[in-house]
Structures are given as structure tokens and as C-alpha cells.
């Protein structure tokens, strides 16, 4: 596998303002509130959600547009199964 | 080749069944936990090298002692700190395994520090992930062998003193002074760039072991927010800026380069070859020779043989014990053991008999080798009486006090030194009692000091020196007295 | 063909016969002839011998080889139990197949090397922490040495089971002819094993159970187990027990001696008869009780302060009087001393005096 990932850390000094093909999808059943996810995130799309899980956790949501498909956060998130990053815009 | 979609690893079970709870799908952690990162880059490097169904995952004690809830592979949950042990025991069984111990600090540097050191200078072929965040995380924050100066924990309330508790332990450097681990790098879960890092040491570790260059270990330093007692993002930053200064991050130990893979073979042997080597099918030596017709008074004896060390005391007892064994004669042999012997006597116990044998013990001896002095002060009494004391008459002189015994005084050690070796003064005794009890033939015991003997130079002076000791009695007819007061000494 | 080999060679033997592929020991007098043997022979037959960095190291990767299905085995002698004793709990609550080889020696703490029967209570009660027990079997000669060797691996992986085999420095120590069985051509296939592949990664080797309910079940499991190996494996012999009236009880060393006295005895026209329990774990309740509705009285010897009397008490729950003799510090009683007890003890009964209720049920020495 390649180094992509790290790369894509570096990538780009101002992503925000680029279109990206990609998107991120979290079960916010599985969040568990830690925000390491909106710490890492550098186009700063991710936020919490107002809501409650079961586990009694506000969960991160994706706001829904601007996912640069970095991956970081899917890295830096402890939790197995929460994150998923699709780095083009492709339904799973 | 880069994945498009980014998620859950293969190497994770779908849903976690082991977990008790409703929540089968989040893990067990805390959040903000370092463990959950780690345990996310071990699975997708497992994935990576397609080694799920080899793999087998050792889980500690720790917080991580349920890691077996996750990894779809093989499972064996350790004792606290023995991972690398129980490793070595299923790497040594499954060669082709990939095994990897998952240890905290906790049980990796402290309560098994033995354990990983030792693992480590064998240099098994196994990945160690060593998971360093500074404290006892399952037990409730107590300090750990890694915990920094200064800081505090449940059990170092007023934080951790160099006088009181010395300093922490940086694993891959005191490892690194071993010649055999072959990969140690420290790395941090901190940013993106640092899990990174991680990702690509975790990956190696692994592959060093799919390769078959031996022993890795990756030291993660983790956040453990929950012990530490601060939110997960500050528990972050603390790695990076505290924990991260004190341990010195990246590559501490390399030879992956020059590590040779290690070629196991492993050969099946049939039941033949190994009744074989264990000795259960030397040729010829099926037979029993006869058992000669023994006086009454010869028979069933109990025997002592006692000298000091070098006499070759013990030899001489296993000698007639196996003769008496290829007679088809019932027998023991029993040693005085240990520092006994290192004091400089030695003496065994033999029982030959036709009946099955019950206290191997001699105590009421009905023969007696005195090799030496001490040995006939000590043992002269313990002789039944009409028992036969057998005297190395070269270095004992005195004759023997009891008039109710028989007697039979060989200069074994002059007799041996005939033969050109001193050490063969048991051989002469033997041969000395072999002539007067008559218990085996003479061809036994030749045999048996044939199959015996380990240096087949000494076979030949054996064989002379065992002669010598039986002419010596049958040449002697005057010893074969009746009236045991009137033996002579010579 | 006849060997003539050491207690503590014959039982690398027997294991090696049974098909036992890996021993991992540390040192300790008297056991350490057994570690080299295993070292000089377990290389020659394809198999694993490693010394460890200590007792702990030593029973941890028999647990991991275990795991694998492996025919594994470990040896030391008291203080290295002691320190074995965390390891053995854990194999014990995973429920992995170790052969765990005892030569016991002089204690508390290092005593010294000689024979001793002072690990009785922990091996044949647990030792560890949980409820648990071995399966624990006690040769007296070398060919058992073997023999029992063999059996241990078979009772292991019959029932999941840690085996012990207990016995003494002087059984390790000395010689006596031994004929090799062939080799186990059958080794159970273990499903549940962790064997590094497709069909056994769904396995996991673990003694936890958070569920306060499962662990109880798990328990009974096992309770359930040792009851079974209660019914089906209890193991001894009998020397003329027929028409005695005096029961002498020994196991390992003290077995040979008492055989001894009881030779003696018999010619003295003293009634006695010999109980020798070859597991002490199942320990033979059944038979002890039985031989109770003949005889008059039991005598046990051991070399401890009385250890495995209590299993003979417990047996008989008073319904016969039960008298302990012991030596200690790797004294080992001749058959005269305890031959002469018996005296005693059978001039007692015989006149009917109850002298034999006077007399102290437990004495260490004469
Ligand atoms: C023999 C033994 N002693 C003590 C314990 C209690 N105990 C459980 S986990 C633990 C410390 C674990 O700390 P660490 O290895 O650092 O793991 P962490 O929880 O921090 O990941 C201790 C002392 C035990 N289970 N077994
Ligand atoms: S992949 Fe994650 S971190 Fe990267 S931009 Fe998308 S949401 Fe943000
Ligand atoms: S890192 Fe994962 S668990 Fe933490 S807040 Fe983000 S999505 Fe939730
Ligand atoms: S206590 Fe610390 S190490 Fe344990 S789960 Fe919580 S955060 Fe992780
Ligand atoms: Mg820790």
C-alpha cells in the first residue's frame, strides 16, 4: 500500500476552497464524543450533532459538504466502526 | 494501491460477540482511548497482508485484555506480563503463525519485565505492540514503570519521585543493548502526521515477522485520558508535548536490512525411529544372560557402595544394577544426591533381587563396598551379620572390627594401577564380587560395561581391571573362610 | 527390550512415547535431569526444548503451546511450583492440556534438595487461586515414571486438564529397568484449539468470564469435570489388603517402603496391608471406605507433616482410626522405624487395650 494517506495530510494548505470528489459517512450510534475527529480535521467539516446517542454521547456529524477524503479522521478516531471515508464521491 | 473508501478493517469482526453488553459494535474503550487507534492500524496492516487466518493475537492484562472482542484471527488471552512467554510458546508450535503480543506498560515493563527481556534475547519471531501511557489504565490510574517524574497518579499522589520510585523505564533503549531484536521503534498517537508514523512502524513489525526477520517491537506512546484525568483532545496534546519529550520518538534499533530470514523445518519422524532414539531397539541386547545358581547367603543382596567422589562409586553401583538387569533380575539403584556429593563422598544403594523390590533405602546392608576409610568407619556397622564387606585394602588400613562378617580385602586401587589407570578401582571391585557371589556371569557384566561405558578407549582397561579383580578372589581361596576372625590382612 | 534409566529420564521417555513436542523448564535440583533430558532428546524427535528465563516463563509458554494443541510438558520442584502456580490457574480456568512434572524436595522456602512430600496440598488442592484442581498422579518406580507419563498426556487431553505428576527427589533420582511402550499413534484432534489457521481462528483461549452468572457456569463446568474424572479415574494398588486389619497409606517413595515394612510384617504375622494411591487426584475415597468395613485401623506415612491423611480422614469420616506417621527435611523413615510403629500399633489392637486410642493420632517422630 502506498503512503498515501501521510501524503494527503500535507496536501493542500487550504482545501476548503477546492471542490473534492469526496465524502464521509459516521454512525453517530458508534460516536463516542471524543473529538479527535474535529481536532484533525483541516477543512473543518466535521461538527458535533445536537442530538443524543444511546450511549448518551453527542455524536460528530459531517456537515455535508467539503470532505476532502484526507482520511485523517478516520485515523485518528479510536472507534472501530464509526468513520467511513469514501475519497470519491461513490455510494458504497 | 490506495483504497477508495476508508473503513472498518476486515481484520475486525463485523460484529463484536465476545463483548457483553447490547452494544456490539463500539468498542470498549474510553473515549478518546489510544488503544482503539492502535488496535484500528493493527487490523488494517493485517488486512494488508492478508494474515488473518494465521494470525493468532495475544491479549494482556490491561485495559486491553479484551482485544480479543475484535480481532478475527486466533485468540489466547495471556496471564499479566506473560505475553511474550505464552508467544514464544505458540510461535516455537506454529512456525508459520504470525504471532503478535499486545502489552500495556504496566504489564510489559513492570510485572513482566522478564518475560519481554528474555523474549526480546531470544529473538523470537514475533511483534510486540507495547502500548506506554504512562500509567495503569484498567486498575484505576496507579503508576506505571513509564510513569514521568513528577507526575501524579492514584499512588503517587504527590507525584512520582526519583528517590521514591526511580525513573521511568524507556523500553526500546534498554532493549536496544540486546544484540538480537532486529526492529524497535517508539512512535506517538498524536496527530495526523504521528499516527502516521505509527501506521507505517505498526506495518513493518508485522511484515518483519511475515518475512521472517525476527523480533519487532513498536513502543505506541498513547493518550489515556480517562487516567490522566483530562479530555481526550488535551490528552492528545500532553503526548505530543510532554509525554513525547521524555521518550524520545522514531527509530531506536534497525536491522531489518541485514536480518536473515530463519528457515524452520519441521520433520515428521515415525514410531520406529523414535522408539529408536530413545534407545528402546538397540539390536542384540533383547536376551537375558543366565542367572548363575547364587549361594543363600549371596542372594537377594542389598548393597552399599560408598567412597569419595572420583571413585567412580555411582558407575560401579549402575554396573551391577544393569547386570542384574540383563540376568532378569529385579534391582535398584539409588544415589545420595546433590551437595552430598559435592562434599567428597559418595555412595549409592543397590538392591538385586528375585523378587519385586519395595524400599530401594539400604540400611541393613548385606554388602558393603568400603572404597575408602571414612566409608568403612561409617558404614562397618550397618553390615547384617555373615554379610559380606568388601575393602579397597590400597587405601584402607586397617582391618574390619566386626567378627560376625565376612570379609574380602582387594588392593583395588594397586590392582588398577596395574591396568594403567587408577580409575578403574571399581571395575576391580566388581570383578571381585562378581567372583565371589557369583549373582551374574562374567559375560553380563563385560556386556553390560560395553553398553555402559561412554568413552570405548577405557572399554579395554575396564574389561582388564574386572579381570583382575575376579583372579584376584579366585586365586585367593584362603579368603573364602568360614572363620571370618581369621581373615588375613594383606 | 529393558533400559535402565533414572526416574526423572523415564519420564522425557513417556512423554516423548506419547507424543509430547515441546518442554520449556528452568533448572532446580532434583528435577533438573529431567530439563536435560528433554534437551538432549526433544531436538532428536523434532521437538522443542527451550529453557526459560525462569518457573513463570517456563509454564506461560506451555500455556501458549498448549493453546495450539501441542503436547507440551513442563518440570521443576517445590519453589519452582510455587512460582508455576499462577500460569497452572490459568490453564486450569482456560482448561489447557499441560503435563506439569513435580520431584519434590525440602521446604518451606529453599529447604534443601532431598525428598520431601510437602507440595502434596499444592498440587492435589489447587495451589493457585480459583476452583480448581489437577488431575495429579503419583508414580513409585521408574517404569511408572513412564507409564504414567503417557497417561498423563492422555487424561489431559481426554479432559482439558493441567496433570500433575507428583513425586520425590529420591523416585527422580534413582534407576531401575524400564521397558518403553511404543509410541501413542493417536493423538486426539482438539477443535478447540488456536492452531493458526482458517478453521481455528474463530477459537479464543481465555479464563475470563465478566458475566458473574457464566463464571459460575464455567465453574460448574469444571466441577462437573473433576466429578467425572472422580468416577472414571481413580487409580491405585492394593498389597494384602484381603484379610488386613491394619491399612498402611503411602504414596511415591514412602509406597516402596511401607511395601517393605508390610513384607516384614507379614512374616511377624502382623495383618497388614498395603493402599497405595497411584492418583491423588481422583484419590481413592471409595476403595479407603471399602477397606474400612474389614479393617481395624489405618496408618498413613508420609514424608510432610501430614498432608494427604486429611484426604484419608475425609474418606473415612470416622468410621476407623486413622494414625499419621511423617518425617520431614528429606528424612526418609526406614522400613525398621515404621515397621516398628506397627508393632505397636498391632500389639494395641490385638489385646484390645485401646492403647492404639491412646496413642497420639498424629506424630512426626518417634
Ligand atoms: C498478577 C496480577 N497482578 C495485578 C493485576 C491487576 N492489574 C490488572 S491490569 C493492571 C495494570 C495494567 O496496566 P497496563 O499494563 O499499563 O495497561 P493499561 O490498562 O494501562 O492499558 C493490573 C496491575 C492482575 N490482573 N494480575
Ligand atoms: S476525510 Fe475526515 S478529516 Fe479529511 S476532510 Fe473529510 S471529514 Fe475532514
Ligand atoms: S473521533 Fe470517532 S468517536 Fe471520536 S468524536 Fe470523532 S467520530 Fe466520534
Ligand atoms: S482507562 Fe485509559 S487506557 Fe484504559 S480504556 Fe480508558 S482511556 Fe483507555
Ligand atoms: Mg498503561
Known amino acids: 500500500m502506498s503512503e498515501l494517506n501521510l501524503e494527503m495530510v500535507n496536501e493542500d494548505p487550504n482545501p476548503v476552497k477546492k471542490k473534492h470528489n469526496a465524502r464521509v459517512e459516521i454512525d453517530g450510534e458508534l460516536c463516542k464524543e471524543c473529538l479527535l475527529c474535529i481536532e484533525v480535521c483541516a477543512p473543518d467539516v466535521l461538527k458535533v450533532s445536537e442530538s443524543l446517542n444511546k450511549m448518551g454521547y453527542h455524536p460528530v456529524e459531517y456537515i455535508g459538504d467539503g470532505c476532502t477524503g484526507c482520511g485523517v479522521c478516520f485515523y485518528v478516531c479510536p472507534e472501530p466502526g464509526v468513520i467511513r471515508v469514501f475519497k470519491k464521491n461513490k455510494v458504497a | ?490 | 527390550m529393558k533400559l535402565f534409566l533414572k526416574g526423572n529420564e523415564a519420564v522425557i521417555s513417556g512423554a516423548i512415547l506419547a507424543g509430547c513436542k515441546a518442554y520449556y523448564g528452568y533448572p532446580i535440583t532434583p528435577a533438573s535431569e529431567i530439563a536435560e533430558t528433554a534437551a538432549k532428546y526433544f531436538p532428536l524427535v523434532g521437538g522443542t526444548f527451550l529453557q526459560a528465563e525462569s518457573e513463570i516463563g517456563a509454564i506461560n509458554m506451555c500455556y501458549g503451546a498448549a493453546s495450539t494443541g501441542q503436547r507440551v510438558m513442563t518440570a521443576s520442584s517445590g519453589p519452582g511450583l510455587s512460582l508455576k502456580q499462577e500460569g497452572i490457574s490459568y490453564a486450569a480456568g482456560s482448561e489447557l492440556p499441560i503435563v506439569i512434572v513435580d520431584i519434590m524436595r525440602g521446604g518451606p522456602g529453599l529447604g534443601n534438595i532431598a525428598p520431601e512430600q510437602s507440595d502434596y496440598n499444592q498440587m492435589v488442592k489447587g495451589g493457585g487461586h480459583g476452583n480448581y484442581k489437577l488431575i495429579v498422579l503419583a508414580p513409585n518406580c521408574v517404569q511408572e515414571m513412564c507409564d504414567l507419563a503417557i497417561l498423563a498426556f492422555e487424561l489431559a487431553d481426554k479432559y482439558r486438564n493441567p496433570v500433575a505428576i507428583l513425586t520425590d527427589g529420591f523416585i527422580g533420582q534413582m534407576m531401575e529397568p524400564v521397558e518403553l511402550p511404543k509410541p501413542v499413534e493417536n493423538i486426539p484432534a482438539k477443535n478447540w484449539k488456536v492452531g493458526g489457521d482458517a478453521e481455528t481462528k474463530k477459537n479464543l483461549i481465555s479464563s475470563i468470564y465478566l458475566d458473574f452468572d457464566e463464571l459460575e457456569e464455567h465453574n460448574i463446568k469444571l466441577q462437573t469435570k473433576y466429578m467425572k474424572v472422580e468416577e472414571s479415574e481413580v487409580r491405585f494398588e492394593e498389597i494384602h489388603t484381603e484379610d488386613a486389619e491394619i491399612i498402611l497409606i503411602g504414596y511415591g517413595i514412602v509406597a516402596r517402603i511401607l511395601q517393605s515394612v508390610i513384607e516384614e510384617a507379614r512374616a511377624e504375622g502382623i495383618k497388614a496391608g498395603l493402599l497405595r494411591p497411584i492418583s491423588l487426584f481422583p484419590f481413592p475415597k471409595k476403595k479407603i471406605n471399602q477397606l474400612a468395613n474389614k479393617a481395624k485401623l489405618f496408618f498413613v506415612c508420609e514424608m510432610s507433616n501430614g498432608q494427604m491423611v486429611d484426604d484419608v480422614r475425609l474418606a473415612l469420616n470416622g468410621k476407623k482410626p486413622v494414625k499419621f506417621y511423617g518425617r520431614m527435611g528429606g528424612v526418609v523413615p526406614t522400613t525398621q522405624e515404621i515397621l516398628n510403629k506397627l508393632r505397636v500399633l498391632d500389639a494395641s489392637l490385638q489385646n484390645e487395650d485401646s492403647f492404639a486410642d491412646q496413642l497420639t493420632d498424629s506424630y512426626l517422630k518417634i
Request: hydrophobic residues 35%; aromatic residues 8%.
Open chain 2, 1 to 490: 494501491m490506495a483504497k477508495d473508501i476508508l473503513e472498518k478493517p476486515e481484520s475486525f469482526y463485523k460484529v463484536f460477540e465476545r463483548k457483553s453488553g447490547s452494544n456490539k459494535l463500539t468498542s470498549h474503550y474510553c473515549p478518546g482511548c489510544g488503544h482503539g487507534v492502535i488496535h484500528k492500524l493493527i487490523a488494517e496492516a493485517m488486512d494488508e497482508f492478508g494474515i488473518g487466518n494465521r494470525s493468532v493475537f495475544i491479549s494482556p492484562v490491561g485495559c486491553s485484555v479484551f482485544a480479543y472482542y475484535y480481532f478475527d484471527c486466533g485468540n489466547i488471552q495471556a496471564p499479566h506480563g506473560r505475553a511474550p512467554a505464552v508467544a514464544t510458546g505458540v510461535k516455537r508450535a506454529l512456525p508459520d503463525s504470525i504471532v503478535v503480543s499486545y502489552q500495556g506498560d504496566g504489564d510489559l515493563a513492570g510485572i513482566g519485565g522478564n518475560e519481554i527481556l528474555h523474549a526480546a534475547n531470544r529473538g523470537e519471531n514475533i511483534t510486540v505492540f507495547f502500548v506506554n501511557n504512562a500509567i495503569y489504565g484498567m486498575t484505576g490510574s496507579q503508576m506505571a514503570p513509564t510513569t514521568l517524574i513528577g507526575q501524579k497518579t492514584t499512588t503517587t499522589p504527590y507525584g512520582r519521585s526519583v528517590k521514591n520510585e526511580g525513573y521511568p523505564i524507556k523500553v526500546c533503549e534498554l532493549l536496544s543493548s540486546l544484540e538480537a531484536p532486529v526492529y524497535l521503534e517508539r512512535v506517538a498517537i498524536t496527530d495526523a502526521k504521528n499516527v502516521m508514523k505509527a501506521r507505517k512502524a505498526i506495518r513493518k513489525g508485522l511484515q518483519n515477522q511475515v518475512e521472517g526477520k525476527g523480533f519487532s517491537l513498536i513502543e505506541i506512546l498513547s493518550p489515556c485520558p480517562t487516567g490522566w484525568g483530562v479530555k481526550p483532545v488535551e490528552a492528545k496534546k500532553w503526548v505530543e508535548e510532554v509525554l513525547a519529550k521524555n521518550f524520545q520518538l522514531g527509530v531506536i534499533k534497525d536491522k531489518t536490512a541485514e536480518a536473515v530470514p530463519e528457515v524452520i523445518e519441521q520433520k515428521k519422524f515415525t514410531s520406529e525411529e523414535i522408539s529408536k532414539i530413545l534407545g528402546a531397539s538397540k539390536n542384540g541386547s533383547d536376551f537375558l544372560y543366565d542367572k548363575p545358581d547364587v549361594k543363600t547367603n549371596y542372594q537377594n543382596p542389598r548393597i552399599k557402595i560408598s567412597g569419595f567422589g572420583g571413585q567412580g562409586i555411582l558407575f560401579l553401583g549402575q554396573l551391577l544394577s544393569q547386570s542384574a538387569m540383563r540376568s532378569g533380575y529385579h534391582t535398584t539403584w539409588l544415589p545420595s544426591y546433590g551437595p552430598e556429593m559435592r562434599g567428597g563422598t559418595a555412595n549409592c544403594h543397590v538392591i538385586i533381587s528375585n523378587n519385586r523390590i519395595g524400599s530401594p533405602l539400604v540400611t541393613e546392608t548385606d554388602v558393603l563396598f568400603a572404597m575408602n576409610l571414612p566409608s568403612l568407619d561409617k558404614f562397618e556397622n550397618d553390615v547384617r551379620k555373615d554379610g559380606l564387606i568388601l575393602v579397597n585394602s590400597s587405601l584402607i588400613n586397617r582391618n574390619v572390627k566386626r567378627n560376625d562378617v565376612e570379609v574380602l580385602y582387594v588392593p583395588a586401587t594397586e590392582l588398577a594401577d596395574e591396568v594403567g589407570n587408577t580409575k578403574a578401582t571399581n571395575l576391580v571391585m566388581l570383578g571381585a564380587y562378581a567372583a565371589k557371589s557369583k549373582i551374574f556371569s562374567h559375560d553380563c557384566v563385560l556386556f553390560t560395561a560395553n553398553e555402559t561405558v561412554k568413552r570405548k578407549e577405557f572399554l579395554k582397561v575396564n574389561e582388564e581391571a574386572f579381570r583382575k579383580g575376579m583372579e584376584y578372589v579366585l586365586n585367593n581361596k584362603q579368603k573364602e573362610n568360614k572363620e571370618y576372625d581369621s581373615v588375613i590382612f594383606n
